[in-house]
């Protein structure tokens, strides 16, 4: 089916590993986003992607690196990952960037720092 | 910096009622307003847009209001079901949206 996928959908991990969670869509949406949800912040932009080779920062950037070499994936790497990087990430896409476009999300990794 | 505010308390009702969730903006006008549903473990799932120039919209029993003047939002759920429960984000922005904290709705039976 057509959508877009994370992976994996739970990771445990110690503090200083490095980690990548996935995301590919089948539509060939343009956008593609990383966010992060934690209790109190709601979901907070890590980084988004306009297209492939054209990435940007989001609200919540630091300690967080993204490609994105082909339209379909756009994976999300912690170099060094710490206890405060514990959070719900997810990924989500959208045809373009207009304030009327909606965006289609995975359901989620849910990612735990020892 | 545009920000977007939800009661971040749960709102409970009774099956049958008429569930009215709030969505406050400051410092910034969007010309459209998004909402979404999440359910637990999983992802937000798109439900309604509407652009400042329209009162209300409307989707089977869902129904999302946008007053410019009171910089506002409002969505309801009509005819509510447990199987409405969920927490509700609203969203806007250009390029980058930003989303509310959400508000969970329990529906009893």
């Known amino acids: 089916d057509a959508g877009i996928t994370q992976s994996p959908r739970y990771k445990i991990t110690e503090t200083g590993r490095q980690v990548t969670l996935m995301c590919h869509q089948t539509?060939?949406?343009?956008?593609m986003f990383w966010y992060r949800q934690d209790l109190g912040h709601g979901l907070r932009l890590i980084y988004y992607s306009a297209a492939a080779d054209i990435t940007d920062k989001g609200e919540v950037p630091d300690g967080y690196v993204v490609s994105r070499s082909k339209t379909e994936n756009f994976p999300l790497t912690l170099e060094s990952a710490t206890r405060s990087q514990t959070s719900v990430y997810f990924c989500?896409?959208?045809?373009?960037?207009?304030?009327?476009?909606?965006?289609?999300f995975g359901d989620g990794t849910r990612l735990s720092i020892l | 910096s545009q920000k977007i505010e939800q009661n971040s308390e749960a709102l409970n009702i009774q099956e049958g009622k008429t569930a009215t969730l709030t969505c406050n903006y400051t410092?910034?006008?969007?010309?459209?307003l998004q909402w979404y549903r999440q359910d637990p473990g999983r992802g937000p799932v798109f439900l309604l847009l509407i652009r400042e120039n329209e009162k209300e919209k409307r989707k089977e029993r869902l129904k999302v209001t946008f007053d410019t003047t009171l910089k506002q939002s409002l969505f309801h759920i009509t005819a509510s079901q447990p199987a409405d429960s969920a927490t509700y984000l609203c969203a806007s922005g250009f390029q980058k949206l930003v989303f509310g904290t959400g508000t969970r709705l329990l529906v009893s039976p």
């Open positions: 410092n910034y006008s969007p010309a459209y």
């Open positions: 989500a896409s959208s045809e373009s960037s207009g304030e009327d476009q909606p965006q289609h």
């Open positions: 539509w060939s949406h343009s956008y």
